[in-house]
């Protein structure tokens, strides 16, 4: 097996005093996720944006990593202290880029619960030098796809930034139909990383499929960790939707033209396996999904050596990501 340039697409970050303005809401409105942040040494790791991350890219393998702040981001935090917070959080991730540039490049943070600042703080970010976006399916009340978002979608893209959808607690009102009846750490497990998160993730971006987004910006490139975040596995029915919803093309054509997909650290091969049967092995990229997935080098390597051939292990290992994110000039 030919020797691989490794970019690594999701690999979060956190700030201080976006922690401390998070933790500071008020019990009802507080993400709860919070608690993942500080098991073990996950704190420190996300910290971290100098010679330790470096370290720990280099003991995998990994040659580029592209930072995101871990979530929630800054979305459940009121508008002004979004905007300020945003603001901050993508000059604090230039500077860590400007410290590593053959190392980092970063997904810029954007104040979505202040929507008329969205588009503005992206162009910002883009000046910067962020090579995407993150964001998340809900800003309150309000979803991803809610007309407010208008400008954001088409900014993004104008200037080819892509956004990649991160998974995010599921509303008190879901969680209390679905989630709850259980000790407490069981009823987030079960919202978060073990079902909830990922069901929230796929739903918003099929949302953003039947609301014609991609119909009206054709070249918007949008990204889901997690092998599609299950919306991969229920194509056949998804499909069913275009009709009633009027959209020019199939579900599956959308997923295959507009969405690149990410492994998010989860090295299994019959998800490899599965993704190339609906999608194609240009839509797909790796992550790792610092530092809460942690797989070692050999880990990788064995994973790598799933592809049919070395130019299908080159695309999903960094051609597609550098291609994608403008990265050329790093593979």
Known sequence: ??????????????????????????????????????????????????????????AQGIDVSILALTPPGTQPLPPRDAVALSRTANDVAAAAVSSYPSRLRALSTLPMSSPRDVAGELERAAGLGHVGTMVYGRSGEVFLDDPVYNDFFAVAAELGQPVFIHPQLPSAAVRDASYRGFDPMTELGLATFGWGWHLDAATAALRLILRGTFDRHPDLQVVLGHWGEMLLFWLDRANSLSRIAGLQRSVSDYIRSNFFITTSGMLNPALLHHAL??????????????????????????FLGHFSSDAERQKFSSVNAASLYGLDNLV
């Open 277 to 302: 049967s609906v999608t194609s092995v240009d839509r797909l990229i790796f992550s790792t999904d610092y530092p809460f997935q942690q797989p070692a080098r050999e880990e990788i390597n064995s």
């Open 1 to 58: 097996m030919a020797t691989v340039t490794l970019i690594a697409i999701e690999e979060h970050w956190i700030m201080p005093d976006l922690t401390s303005a998070l933790s500071a809401m008020p019990q009802h409105v507080r993400d709860e996720s919070l608690a993942f942040n500080e098991m073990g040494d996950h704190q420190q790791r996300l910290e971290d944006l100098g010679a330790g991350r470096i370290a720990a890219m280099d």
